[in-house]
């Protein structure tokens, strides 16, 4: 199983609401994290580790 993220890829807010998630990136299996705002709001991320973009 792979770690979870403990913060937003996107805003930096701590994954601790309901709705928060936390998956694998799709380009490089690093943990990606994303918080309610973000998921609704369709803000886009970058992967830290490879610089993979998703919404």
Known sequence: MT???K???A???P???TGSTSFP???CTA???RSPRCRNQGV???CPA???QGP
């Open 3 to 5: 770690e979870r993220a």
């Open 7 to 9: 913060n937003c890829t």
């Open 11 to 13: 805003s930096g807010v």
């Open 15 to 17: 994954l601790v609401e």
């Open 25 to 27: 990136c799709p380009g």
């Open 31 to 33: 943990p990606i994290g």
């Open 44 to 46: 886009l991320y970058n």
């Open 50 to 52: 490879c610089g993979y």
